[in-house]
């Protein structure tokens, strides 16, 4: 009895020592929630004493921001909010574990939790920057085109009418040239500012490029109605940027001109939207320019043109026109070749090589991804397997999945044949999923990734920093790498957002414990940069062109004897 009293409170002891030099808050309930101990931690995150914690529910110091998901994995992380003493409250990212007795019922349960305010406050700045134009501080391209698909979306359920309206500044080059590129910045900023000025609520403007904004109009159930608004809109738009203004003391004229399109006559879907947009403002332009054109069906070839492209697509795999490029990663702190990315590449003979950015998107508005996909898996495969028997053991390949091809019902089955089927290990290949295809059903989602996972593949975030960029959203997800978008690497060594991005990039998915890939480098600046930041790899141009298989073959044959091409880039 003395024996096991002694024990017993050496280890309860032991316990309050180890529970106390936790850096994470701990809370320990009852069965029902309700706090029995906590750590010193928990005492700071929540501004309580340890002692006035106790007897309080957990579940109503740390608020889930998400319901349903706190009935999920247990062991999975969640997000919330921390409701301190002094009424302030605090992101937190927390697990819930059960304690089960000896006949598996819960006695007990173990709160871990950590402030997660900073991570919040970075995804925040990364998802802003990531969204907004620089100079004029409105919606970039990327950011307009998904309000017009929102737009779209809305209206369609509601029957109502979009137009976008595509401008772009007459003979900027001139102004540029003339005054200086200081000069045309600031004619930007004002030519936005004088657009924006003139736009009533239901009007969102972005810049696309340069020289070249676009304005989205909703909430028109008519399309006379709207036809009337643009007709009024237009010229007044043309009129506010014609004024004249002054930059470094010169006086400026400056005109544009634009085309119009609408929803759903002139195209269903952004990418024809903008497309015919571009149309008519081209008709404007050979008009000569200061002036509006409406989009009509005679002034596009791009639409036939895309028509053509698709039954071209379809028969590409008849015809064994696709083709696979590898682009090398290496790893930052050795310059060993540690991976490639596999990249689609359609050869049309009439027309040569096809980016995937052509025709990728198109054959992923039909099942052609599904095929396309599927080829791509089994090339990688049958490559890798030749690789083999040269060296004998290649590195992981990645390869890019499409959401389609995730939403597959025999997916997993398929993926599982074709591993079989050529004799590849699943651990050598590894998959890119962008982040809006994670969370474009993260329930269901989960489940297919924890299965491939189980499986051995790897799986990547591809374009991190293009989406969402949430890092705790991702949490739920069981992925090994993050890839940092080559729109954020492009200029991290002269701007100095970008680098504090990409250094809090680095810094937070490490703390996740996940592995860095930079895209897209070009320069030897930009690798500098990315091993002072403790990057893990990187990829890009930098190394050279992508190549074929063979040629791959032959890069990985020279690196294992050791006589790396890039070695000396890492010196
Ligand atoms: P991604 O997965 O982000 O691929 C990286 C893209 O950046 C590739 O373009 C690559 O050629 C390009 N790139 C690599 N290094 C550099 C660099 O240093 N500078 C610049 N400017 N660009 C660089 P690519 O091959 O045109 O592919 C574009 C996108 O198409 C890919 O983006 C991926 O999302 C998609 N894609 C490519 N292959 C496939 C595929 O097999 N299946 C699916 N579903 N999508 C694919
Ligand atoms: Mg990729
Ligand atoms: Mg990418």
């Known amino acids: ?10 280890s309860r002891d032991y316990l309050d020592r180890l529970l106390s030099s936790m850096g994470e808050a701990l809370l320990i309930t009852d069965m029902n929630g309700r706090i029995e101990r906590a750590n010193a931690a928990a005492g700071e995150l929540f501004g309580h004493t340890e002692g006035e914690l106790v007897g309080k529910l957990a579940d109503e110091l740390i608020l889930s921001n998400d319901r349903r998901r706190a009935e999920g994995v247990a062991s999975r992380p969640r997000e919330g909010a921390v409701l301190r003493a002094d009424g302030s409250t605090i992101s937190v990212s927390y697990t819930v574990a059960n304690v089960h007795n000896d006949r598996n019922d819960v006695v007990s349960k173990v709160y871990a939790a950590h402030n997660i305010d900073e991570r919040k406050r970075v995804e925040q700045r990364i998802r802003y920057l990531a969204r907004t134009d620089s100079l004029t501080k409105i919606a970039n391209r990327m950011q307009f085109q998904h309000m017009l698909q ?138 000569g320019g200061n002036c509006f054109e409406w989009y009509s069906a005679d002034m596009n070839t791009a639409a036939v043109e895309r028509l053509m492209l698709k039954s071209k697509l379809r028969r590409a795999l008849e015809r064994d026109e696709l083709r696979l490029h590898y682009q090398p990663k290496y790893r930052l702190t050795t310059g060993r070749l540690e991976g490639a990315e596999a990249l689609l590449r359609w050869d049309l003979p009439e027309r040569g090589v096809v980016l995937p950015s052509d025709f990728v998107p198109l054959a992923e508005e039909t099942n052609l991804i599904l095929q396309l996909g599927d080829w791509v898996l089994n090339r990688v495969c ?7 028997r040269t060296v004998p053991s290649p590195c992981r390949v990645s390869l890019n999945l499409s959401l389609r091809q995730l939403q597959q019902r025999r997916f997993l089955d398929q993926v599982r044949d074709t591993f079989r089927a050529h004799g590849v290990s699943p651990t050598s290949l590894e998959l890119e999923i962008t982040e809006s295809t994670l969370m474009e059903d993260p329930e269901r989602t989960v489940r297919i990734l924890d299965a491939l996972y189980g499986m051995g593949l790897h799986l990547a975030i591809d374009d991190f920093g293009t989406g969402y960029s949430s890092l705790s959203a991702l949490q739920q997800f069981p992925i090994n790498t993050l890839k940092i978008d080559q729109s954020f690497v492009r200029n991290v060594a002269t ?40 990057c893990d790899y990187a990829q890009g141009h930098l190394f050279g062109e992508t190549m074929n298989a063979d040629q791959f073959c032959e890069l990985l044959i020279s690196e294992a004897e050791g006589s790396g091409k890039y070695r000396a880039l890492f010196a």
């Open 150 to 287: 929102q737009a779209i979306a809305r209206a369609r359920r509601s029957q109502q009418y979009v137009a976008i309206l595509y401008l772009d500044v007459d003979r900027f080059k001139d102004i540029n040239d003339t005054f200086g590129h200081s000069a045309g910045d600031t004619s930007l900023e004002i030519f936005a500012r004088r657009t924006l000025a003139e736009l009533g609520e239901n009007a969102h403007a972005g810049r696309l490029a340069g020289d070249e904004f676009a304005v989205l109009i909703t909430g028109f159930e008519r399309l006379d109605a709207m036809q009337t608004h643009l007709g009024e809109l237009a010229p007044r738009l043309l009129q506010a940027a014609g004024k004249p203004f002054q930059v470094h003391g010169e006086e400026i004229f400056l005109t544009a001109s634009m085309g119009i399109a609408i929803y759903p006559r002139d195209g269903d879907n952004v990418i024809d939207l903008i497309r015919n947009a571009d149309a008519a403002l081209y008709q404007a332009k050979k008009a």
């Open 1 to 10: 009895m003395r024996t096991s009293l002694r024990t017993s409170t050496i």
């Open 495 to 534: 701007d100095r957002d970008d680098a504090a991005i990409v250094d809090a990039i680095i810094q937070m998915a490490h703390s996740l414990q996940l592995e860095v890939v930079a895209e897209g480098v070009e320069s030897e600046a930009q690798l500098d940069f990315l091993r002072k930041h403790g």
């Open 382 to 388: 049958a490559d890798y397997r030749a690789w083999q």
